[in-house]
């Protein structure tokens, strides 16, 4: 059976990005506080995934394995993720400003962490983790509702859900501000400000299912996305069910969000700038942008948390530090770039 020139470009392609990635994900794994070479991390990873048993210092293997080569694959899954959700969040609200936590759900998981560490909310039976992804599905819901009784399509979302960070926002200053000690407090704000550290094996077991997952479920609606690029009374005259892709790509949005916000904290710019790199990049075709954003969130991600933890020397800065860093200038120039529409 003959192969077309079109089928050998997306292999190519595919393959390209696979190695990308790979090379991406052994930097983050060889990168940190103490570099260690890279090909010390294969041999490491040949020997937990193949047996390949060779002779490694145990201290070496053990922050390579247990520490680094997870940090890398939950950031990888956190920036694919929220990317891939920005794209979908631009598309079906034609707004160039959309981004996952315009849904509220960042100021929401903010609050469920909050209420579980400083509160004591389930009486040391549910993590900080479960807490925050709990509080971003109480305020996705609530951003939901108000969207749903306002009535008015994509310009309802993003209105209840500024009103929706705001009060999320305004109850997690208050619990800090009345009740937290200063550690707790220091610790809150970390966390709010996104934070790598404390990521193991159990969290790459959640966040790369659902990073996967939800580009798959988004990828069989590319087609459905193209045609939101009119507003959604020409999508519904292509024979798109308008009201059951709203609801679908929005909860997989949120619930991919709330998911990595519940691991690795608030982290800001990757869903509101990646999306546009993406579209600069491979055009606006949704079966392109996608995966493409999925790749570029997954690389930068990466990136920062190498940068985050290489910066200060002897200190590890937050994440979301690093990405509103890059990511603000990076937005204005793309703003600055594009056209104006008169």
């Known amino acids: 059976m003959k192969v077309g020139p079109a089928a050998l470009r997306i292999t190519a392609i595919c393959l390209l990005a696979v190695v990308v990635l790979g090379v991406a994900l052994a930097a983050g794994a060889a990168l940190g506080e103490a570099p260690i070479p890279l090909v010390t991390v294969i041999e490491v990873v040949a020997n937990k995934v193949l047996g390949a048993g060779y002779a490694l210092d145990p201290i070496d293997e053990g922050i390579i394995w247990n520490y680094r080569v997870a940090r890398a694959l939950v950031a990888a899954s956190c920036g694919a993720s929220l990317a891939v959700s920005g794209v979908v969040l631009q598309s079906l609200l034609l707004n160039a400003l959309a981004d996952p936590y315009i849904l509220g759900i960042s100021a929401g998981a903010s609050s469920g962490a909050v209420a579980v560490a400083v509160l004591g909310l389930g009486g040391g039976l549910v993590s ?154 491979v055009g606006v075709r949704h079966n392109k942008v996608l995966p493409a954003a999925a790749l570029i969130g997954a690389i930068f991600m990466i990136a920062a948390d190498i940068l985050s933890r290489k910066i200060i020397p002897g200190q590890v800065l937050p994440i979301g530090v690093m990405t509103a860093l890059v990511g603000a200038p990076a937005f204005a120039l793309i703003l600055m770039r594009r056209p104006a529409h008169r």
């Open 128 to 281: 900080l983790s479960v807490g925050a992804f709990l509080g971003a599905v109480l305020a996705f819901a609530l951003v939901s509702f108000i969207a749903l009784k306002a009535g008015r399509g994509p310009a309802a979302i993003i209105l209840a859900g500024i009103a929706g960070s705001q009060l999320f926002n305004a109850l997690t200053s208050f619990v800090v501000t009345k009740v937290a000690t200063a550690d707790q407090a220091r610790g809150i704000m970390f966390w709010l400000l996104g934070n790598l550290s404390g990521v193991r094996w159990p969290d790459v077991s959640l966040a790369v299912p659902v990073a996967l997952g939800g580009l798959v479920i988004c990828l069989f609606y590319a087609r459905a996305l193209d045609a939101f690029a009119f507003g959604a009374d020409s999508a519904a005259s292509l024979g798109i069910p308008v009201r059951r892709v709203y609801i679908m790509m929005i909860a997989i949005a949120a619930g991919t969000t709330a998911t990595m916000v519940s691991i690795v904290g608030s982290i800001g710019f990757v869903g509101l700038v990646i999306p546009h790199v993406a579209r600069l990049t």
